[in-house]
């Protein structure tokens, strides 16, 4: 079983910057894909970024590259976003995920099989 707890959001300005953590529980954590995903009050849960079990490999969003940056410390069981140059549309809750799942589908949100409770960002403008 794993479990992730997430912290770090919270009310920041436009072009600013904000660091979201995932605690994760489990033994199995460094043979995770990792990702994260956000989701406004009625809209489908989109796909923001994943990293590989070894953090070797990294994904993203297209409206995000170049502003956000995923990690992640095997050591601490902790997934990280670091999140740049904040827009007012970065504005939603985001969730960590886990999955054992490796290949081509990491931004399918099915994919997933754990999640965290989720954490909201606001950005002003």
């Known amino acids: 079983q794993v479990q992730l707890v997430e912290s770090g959001g919270g009310l920041v300005q436009a072009g600013g910057s904000l660091r979201l953590s995932c605690a994760a529980s489990?033994?199995?954590?460094?043979?995770?894909?990792m990702g994260w995903f956000r989701q406004a009050p009625g809209k489908k849960r989109d796909f923001v970024a994943a990293i590989s079990w070894s953090g070797s490999r990294t994904y993203y969003t297209d409206s995000v590259k170049g502003r956000f940056t995923i990690s992640r410390d095997n050591a601490k069981n902790t997934l990280y976003l670091q999140m740049n140059s904040l827009k007012p549309e970065d504005t939603t809750v985001y969730y960590c995920?886990?999955?054992?799942?490796?290949?081509?589908?990491?931004?399918?949100?099915?994919?997933?099989?754990?999640w965290g409770q989720g954490t909201q960002v606001t950005v002003s403008s």
């Open positions: 995920a886990a999955t054992p799942y490796s290949g081509s589908d990491y931004y399918i949100a099915r994919v997933y099989n754990y």
């Open positions: 489990g033994r199995t954590f460094s043979s995770y894909t």
